[in-house]
C-alpha cells in the first residue's frame, strides 16, 4: 500500500495555523465595550465559515457524483454533511456563550439563529438519510439532491440579518456590494489568521474522514462478498 504523505504534512500545517491563530486572538487588544469576550469572535466566526464552506462542499460533491457516478464524489459528500454539522453546533455554543452576558439570555428566535438552528434539522435528516437507504447507488443519488437542496441554507443564513432585522447585529464582514470590515483593523488580520487555520482545519478533517469512509466501503463490500460467495458454496 502506498505511503500516504500528504495527510500528516496537512494535520501539521493545520496544527501550526490554529497555534498562530491562537496566539493572534490571546494577544490582540481588549475591545473598548465588550473586553475579553471579543476572543469569541475568532473562533464563532470562522466556525460559521467553515460550516459555510462544509455544507457548500456537500452540494458540490454531490452535484459532481450525480454528473459523474464516481462513489468518491459521494465519499466526500457525505463527509463534508458531517463537518458542517459538527461546526454548526461549534458556531451555536459560541453564540450562545456570547450571548449571554451581551443580550442577557442564551438564546432567542432571531432570524439569523433561527435558520442556524434549521439547518441541524437539514443536515441532520440528510445523514439519516444515508443511514436508512442499504442500496449505495441510490442513497448517493438521494442523499447528492438532498445536499444539493440544502446548499440554499448558506445565502438565506448570511442575509438574514440583513433581510429580517433583529436583535442579531449585521455582518461584520460584509462580502456583497463593497467590501468592508466594520471593526478595528488588527481584529480583521486577527480574524483572517483564524479563517485561514479553520479552513486548513476542513481540508484535513475532509481528507481524513473520506479516507476513513473509503475504508468502510471497502470493507462492507469484502463482506457482502463473503456473505455471496458463503450462499453460493452453499447451494453447491
Given at each position: 500500500?502506498?505511503?500516504?504523505?500528504?495527510?500528516?504534512?496537512?494535520?501539521?500545517?493545520?496544527?501550526?495555523?490554529?497555534?498562530?491563530?491562537?496566539?493572534?486572538?490571546?494577544?490582540?487588544?481588549?475591545?473598548?465595550?465588550?473586553?475579553?469576550?471579543?476572543?469569541?469572535?475568532?473562533?464563532?466566526?470562522?466556525?460559521?465559515?467553515?460550516?459555510?464552506?462544509?455544507?457548500?462542499?456537500?452540494?458540490?460533491?454531490?452535484?459532481?457524483?450525480?454528473?459523474?457516478?464516481q462513489r468518491r464524489w459521494d465519499r466526500l459528500a457525505m463527509s463534508s454533511g458531517e463537518i458542517g454539522l459538527l461546526f454548526t453546533v461549534v458556531t451555536i455554543v459560541g453564540g450562545?456563550?456570547?450571548?449571554?452576558?451581551?443580550?442577557?439570555?442564551?438564546?432567542?428566535?432571531d432570524a439569523r439563529l433561527t435558520t442556524t438552528a434549521l439547518s441541524l434539522v437539514v443536515y441532520g435528516g440528510y445523514l439519516l438519510i444515508r443511514s436508512l437507504i442499504d442500496d449505495p447507488e441510490r442513497r448517493a443519488r438521494v442523499s447528492a439532491v438532498v445536499g444539493l437542496v440544502g446548499t440554499l441554507y448558506v445565502p438565506v443564513n448570511y442575509m438574514a440579518v440583513e433581510w429580517w432585522r433583529g436583535?442579531?447585529?449585521?455582518q461584520t464582514l460584509k462580502l456583497l456590494g463593497k467590501i468592508r470590515f466594520d471593526a478595528a483593523p488588527i481584529y480583521g488580520w486577527v480574524l483572517l489568521a483564524a479563517v485561514t487555520a479553520f479552513t486548513l482545519l476542513y481540508v484535513y478533517l475532509l481528507r481524513v474522514r473520506a479516507i476513513l469512509a473509503a475504508r468502510e466501503e471497502a470493507r462492507e463490500e469484502r463482506e457482502l462478498m463473503a456473505d455471496l460467495t458463503g450462499m453460493e458454496v452453499a447451494r453447491g
Open positions: 500500500m502506498k505511503r500516504d504523505r500528504v495527510t500528516p504534512l496537512l494535520g501539521a500545517a493545520t496544527l501550526l495555523a490554529l497555534l498562530t491563530a491562537v496566539v493572534l486572538g490571546l494577544r490582540a487588544p481588549l475591545d473598548v465595550n465588550q473586553g475579553s469576550l471579543v476572543r469569541l469572535f475568532f473562533v464563532h466566526v470562522p466556525s460559521a465559515w467553515l460550516s459555510y464552506l462544509a455544507y457548500g462542499g456537500t452540494g458540490l460533491f454531490g452535484l459532481l457524483y450525480l454528473v459523474t457516478r450562545m456563550l456570547w450571548a449571554k452576558p451581551t443580550w442577557g439570555v442564551y438564546w432567542v428566535w436583535v442579531h447585529q449585521t
